[in-house]
């Protein structure tokens, strides 16, 4: 039996229904993607063609337990421990700080995180094992994690607590040795670590959302789950995740991802971690928020929605990356404005990038920037998003040089100064740290308080001004 063939029609009832019962929208592009696992997945199931699952989908009475297996077809599992070390150390050193003297003063001793879409139970097992190394902490708290995740397969999988060296990868050895137990070839995390946290399987689509026993979530994490969205989607989930956080309670999502124009009162923590909200007051004046909740309505907000994320660039969407004084000798640009290949190879390599990054592969989304930048050796985008890349591969000295050279690049983009500064912090280079800090400061004060700042996801001038001046603030104390 050779690959099944799927019309339009039997692509767009597959579209409508995973999007009517999970909320994840597949594009056509994601379709071309999940064509051949869809087709294996039917046939394995004795189908012939899609229609004829589809009707028998529908006179089935496990459709419940079906529709749950072929959710679980397009969704990514790629995952790993302390997968995004820059939210991992934001929420040891500035968030669990925070939150743990708010409880003091306030007399409060649960501490209530939420894991939305936790895969197979690595993301929630390394708060687990990161609140382990507070010490005194878990006797202090009581500590409430919940995970969940819609495909039943995540939620048994992550309850055996048994891992692959593959699903370690990069893990600290000292943490390897402290929390988990080699057998054969399988690693099995310590069983204390284990009854922390509690799994559930959960559809984000459900109209009432998990609230813990007393009060709200102090966090949720919902990282890489909402890019299936469709923007209503999103907003809708936003929103409801809002509604269940504590009044000063945090929000994670993915890198990929952003909560520009639906931010539903929460705002961007930290400027330089584009993936970390409060709930508070709304970042953005409530005209611009109008304005790109709309859609974009000018070039300039068109270029802010395209580059929201950290790794938010769309093959299907096209921008001038280059700078106007970007030329060669020759006096062209490197890549002609009427060279469809170059433009197109361009725009591959950023989906390509971006899916990857997606994935959790850094590494590939690194080899993919690399790509554009050969192509296009002035593409600003590029060279920004490669910075975050090798961040998160924690190459710090090789994001330094890429941070600095996307400034001799495009000299007001202001958040490469903000990212050189919190890597000097964190490098303990407390005169860099400051004079980066000022560099971006002083181009803040000349620009319009309400514009938003690109690749910030969606932070004001004003914002990232007041949140610079703060930083530096601290830095000058410690001088």
Not at 30 to 35: G, H, I, S, T, V
Not at 231 to 241: A, G, L, M, N, S
Not at 310 to 331: D, P, R, W
Request: overall charge neutral; some cysteine; aromatic content about 10%.
């Amino acid at each position: 039996m050779g690959k099944i063939r799927f019309s339009d029609r039997d692509i767009r009832q597959f579209q409508a229904l995973i999007q009517k019962y999970s909320g994840i929208e597949i594009t056509d592009r994601r379709f071309l993607q999940l064509e051949d696992i869809l087709s294996n997945y039917l046939m394995d199931r004795k189908f012939a063609t899609f229609d004829q699952y589809y009707q028998d989908l529908r006179l089935d009475g496990h459709f419940d337990g079906e529709l749950k297996d072929l959710i679980s077809l397009v969704t990514i599992n790629e995952t790993r421990f302390f997968r995004d070390i820059l939210q991992f150390n934001s929420l040891k050193d500035a968030i669990l700080p925070i939150l743990i003297r708010s409880k003091k003063e306030s007399g409060q001793d649960h501490l209530r995180i939420w894991c939305a879409g936790c895969s197979i139970g690595s993301e929630a097992y390394s708060i687990a094992i990161l609140l382990s190394e507070q010490v005194g902490l878990l006797n202090e708290f009581q500590v409430e994690i919940l995970a969940t995740d819609i495909r039943w397969q995540n939620i048994d999988y992550a309850l055996n607590g048994s891992y692959t060296s593959r699903e370690l990868r990069g893990l600290d050895q000292k943490i390897i040795g402290k929390y988990f137990g080699q057998i054969e070839n399988r690693y099995q995390l310590n069983r204390d670590v284990m009854d922390i946290v509690q799994f559930k399987q959960f559809n984000l689509k459900d109209t009432t959302y998990l609230t813990p026993g007393v009060g709200k979530w102090d966090i949720i994490l919902c990282c890489n789950v909402m890019i299936y969205f469709s923007r209503d989607q999103r907003r809708e989930t936003v929103q409801k995740f809002s509604q269940t956080l504590s009044s000063d309670g945090y929000f994670f999502i993915g890198h990929a991802e952003s909560l520009l124009g639906i931010s539903s009162g929460l705002s961007l923590f930290d400027a330089s971690i584009s993936s970390i909200y409060q709930r508070k007051n709304c970042l953005l004046p409530p005209k611009i928020e109008k304005k790109l909740a709309g859609g974009p309505t000018n070039k300039k907000i068109q270029e802010v929605n395209l580059a929201q994320s950290k790794f938010s660039l769309k093959a299907s969407e096209t921008v001038t990356f280059l700078s106007e004084s970007s030329f060669s000798a020759s006096g062209t640009t490197v890549v002609e404005e009427n060279s469809r290949t170059g433009k197109e190879l361009v725009q591959t390599h950023f989906s390509e990038a971006e899916f990857a990054a997606n994935r959790g592969d850094y590494q590939a989304a690194i080899d993919s920037y690399h790509k554009v930048i050969r192509i296009e050796p002035f593409n600003v985008s590029a060279h920004f998003f490669l910075g975050l890349a090798l961040e998160n591969t924690s190459d710090i000295d090789e994001a330094v040089k890429v941070y600095h050279r996307t400034i001799e690049l495009d000299d007001t983009c202001i958040l490469s100064h903000v990212k050189l500064a919190r890597i000097y912090s964190f490098a303990g280079i407390q005169h860099s740290a400051v004079n980066e800090y000022r560099k971006a400061i002083l181009k803040l004060k000349q620009i319009d308080p309400a514009e938003e700042i690109k690749y910030s996801g969606g932070f004001s001038a004003a914002l990232l001004l007041n949140t610079c001046s703060i930083q530096l603030k601290k830095l000058d104390s410690k001088q």
